[in-house]
């Protein structure tokens, strides 16, 4: 059984470097989320797909910030200009949401760790 | 709005003693909860769920949670703990069947021998 992927595990750029992060979901999640966590912080919610479609976006995600999944399968987030302030662990989770049944549970990735100097 | 509060930043416990971990909840709908584990360098993992059944909800490794409406709280217990229970547990709600988590800040459980 394999879980929720995602490459790299730690990435450290430069200010002002383009970053793109990889999340593999297990295999017949239709559901894709992004949270992004901070030191001491419990992770915030960035954006999530419903197979290719994304469906909600946070304000978080500013016009740096773009995410695709383009067969409904794996997931990029992609950071442009990358500032200090992005230093943060980014999270993929996904899960199997059927309609009109009971709340899916949200099996997370181990994260990537990014750090922008 | 929805939103969780974790009224302990850090809990520290005896292994072998109760352990508490306190939550609150505000939400305009019926809410699902949940509680997540991050132990140092692994991912979230989820403990236990509550979707509009039972109150009292069982989950892994122990722990249990009580659903109570009336107090608007959804307080993590477990019996005895564990030195490998010591990690960070989060608080968790969505006001959706599928949907975006709503994480509280974190309580830091320390165990000690």
């Known amino acids: 059984d394999t879980g929720v992927s995602q490459d790299p595990r730690h990435k450290i750029t430069k200010r002002g470097q383009n970053v793109t992060f990889r999340c593999d979901p297990i295999?017949?999640?239709?559901?894709l989320y992004w949270y992004r966590q901070t030191l001491g912080q419990g992770p915030e919610f960035l954006t999530y797909?419903?197979?290719?479609?994304?469906?909600?976006k946070s304000r978080l995600l500013s016009d740096r910030f773009s995410a695709e999944r383009p067969k409904g399968s794996f997931s990029t987030l992609e950071i442009q200009r990358t500032e200090q302030g992005d230093s943060a662990m980014y999270l993929c989770?996904?899960?199997?949401?059927?309609?009109?049944?009971?709340?899916?549970?949200?099996?997370f990735g181990p994260g990537t760790r990014l750090t922008v100097l | 709005a929805q939103s969780v509060t974790q009224l302990d930043s850090h809990v520290s416990v005896s292994e072998g003693t109760p352990v508490l971990l306190r939550c609150n909840y505000s939400?305009?709908?019926?809410?699902?909860l949940f509680w997540y584990v991050q132990h140092p360098n692994k991912g979230l993992q989820l403990l236990l769920k509550?979707?509009?059944?039972?109150?009292l909800v069982k989950g892994i490794n122990g722990f249990e949670a009580e659903f109570k409406k009336s107090e608007t709280s959804f307080h993590l217990t477990k019996p005895s703990a564990h030195m490998s229970d010591a990690a960070e547990y989060f608080c968790?709600?969505?006001?959706?069947?599928?949907?975006?988590?709503?994480f509280g800040q974190g309580t830091e459980l320390s165990v000690k021998p």
């Open positions: 989770a996904s899960s199997l949401g059927v309609a009109g049944g009971s709340t899916d549970t949200q099996y």
């Open positions: 295999s017949e999640h239709n559901r």
């Open positions: 797909f419903q197979n290719e479609a994304q469906l909600e």
């Open positions: 939400s305009s709908y019926s809410p699902s």
């Open positions: 509550y979707t509009s059944a039972a109150t």
């Open positions: 968790v709600v969505t006001p959706f069947r599928g949907g975006k988590l709503i």
